[in-house]
């Protein structure tokens, strides 16, 4: 069986452990044959994602903080520096204060509003520019949103906002990128089960209702996920650009 991303090199921003959406990715990304790189965000993380890395056979660890423009620079400086040529890019980053999940939506702070689409919304922005310069053959771009995006979910609230501001900057980077050869896409994820995922409140209530409602009867897996992102990362998906696509076992299409 060939290896879909068999020469091509990519680099997976977010993975923070086995049980995350971005882990996921980047171990179906090996199994394809991808070169793989990855970034931690700071000192906190670097021991946890050093481990993984080793694990997963990476080619490469970087430091890199999205919500500081001289981290940014300094991962594009190093790409272009060494001559590496990134062929696909996934940003998993979204973060947003706890109390601004479990509160309603009109409570959100100023404060908390700014943090949760600077670092879930504007560091794909800020990560496309930093690594389109070294995607010299083209390749994809994909980031990871959710269904309150374009619907109310209970206790997703300022995070719904941010992601939906995400996917308008899908539809913007593809624009901009495409005559470069480059797409940007996003992958619309079911609930999973991710340390992310825990500080929602009532997630298990969330999980539970979709279970129920959508047409496969079982929600989705983060492996489910991966096999979208290498088929976006592939020669495959090479005509899709600009899109959300959902791996949710179809809860998108329901009406209840």
Known sequence: MSELLKDKSTIVLGL??????????????????????????????????????????????????????????????????????????????????????????????????????????????GVSRAVAPVMTEGGSIMTLSYLGAVRVLPNYNVMGVAKAGLEASVRYLASDLGPKNIRVNAISAGPIKTASARGIKDFSKILDRVTESTPLRRPCDPEEVADTAVFLASDLGRGITGNVIYVDSGYQIMGF
């Open 16 to 125: 923070a452990n086995r049980w995350s959406i971005a882990y996921a990715i980047a171990k179906a990304f090996r199994r394809e044959g991808a070169k793989l790189i990855l970034t931690y965000q700071g000192e906190r993380q670097q021991d946890a994602v050093e481990e993984l890395a080793a694990e997963l056979g990476a080619a490469r660890l970087l430091s890199c903080d999205v919500t500081q423009e001289t981290d940014l620079a300094h991962l594009s400086e190093i790409l272009r520096g060494e001559g590496d040529r990134i062929d696909a890019v996934v940003h998993s980053i979204a973060f947003a204060n706890k109390e601004d999940l479990s509160r309603p939506f009109v409570e959100t702070s100023r404060e908390g509003f700014l943090l949760a689409h600077e670092i879930s919304t504007y560091s794909l922005i």
